[in-house]
């Protein structure tokens, strides 16, 4: 069983930045060993929608509307999954969530997928952004 624990959310003014953490936790597994690892998001009264994904090869992908603000990465050594989110906006106020999955996926993929295929998931934390 894989453990997902989200850290750095907070609150922030328009054009801020914020650096998510996802720590992973669960031998034998690291984050090396997962088919993929990602980002989602649900605000208040949404659906939960894919912000930001990386695959066992590195590559990319990010949903429209955080394309060039956002940035994932992961440190395997630290087995840790990264979101550096900058020139916030009020749209991007969400409780953030990370995921993780043993099968092999694309990150074109990962996005492309919805949220219920999803094995497993950190508790989420709050990014707010004030106008």
């Known amino acids: 069983q894989v453990q997902l624990v989200e850290s750095g959310g907070g609150s922030v003014q328009t054009g801020g930045s914020l650096r998510l953490s996802c720590a992973a936790y669960?031998?034998?597994?690291?984050?090396?060993?997962?088919?993929?690892l990602g980002w989602f998001r649900q605000a208040p009264g949404k659906e939960r929608e894919g912000v930001a994904f990386?695959?066992?090869?590195?590559?990319?992908s990010y949903a429209d509307p955080v394309k060039g603000r956002f940035t994932i990465s992961r440190d395997n050594g630290k087995n840790t999954l990264y979101l550096q989110m900058n020139s916030l906006k009020p749209e991007d106020t969400a409780m953030y969530y990370c995921?993780?999955?043993?099968?092999?996926?694309?990150?074109?993929?990962?996005?492309?997928?919805?949220?219920?295929?999803?094995?497993?998931w950190g508790r989420g934390t709050q990014v707010t952004v004030s106008s």
């Open positions: 669960g031998y034998p597994y690291t984050i090396y060993s997962l088919g993929w």
């Open positions: 990386i695959d066992t090869d590195g590559v990319t």
């Open positions: 995921a993780a999955d043993r099968r092999r996926m694309t990150a074109i993929q990962a996005l492309g997928q919805g949220p219920t295929q999803v094995a497993y």
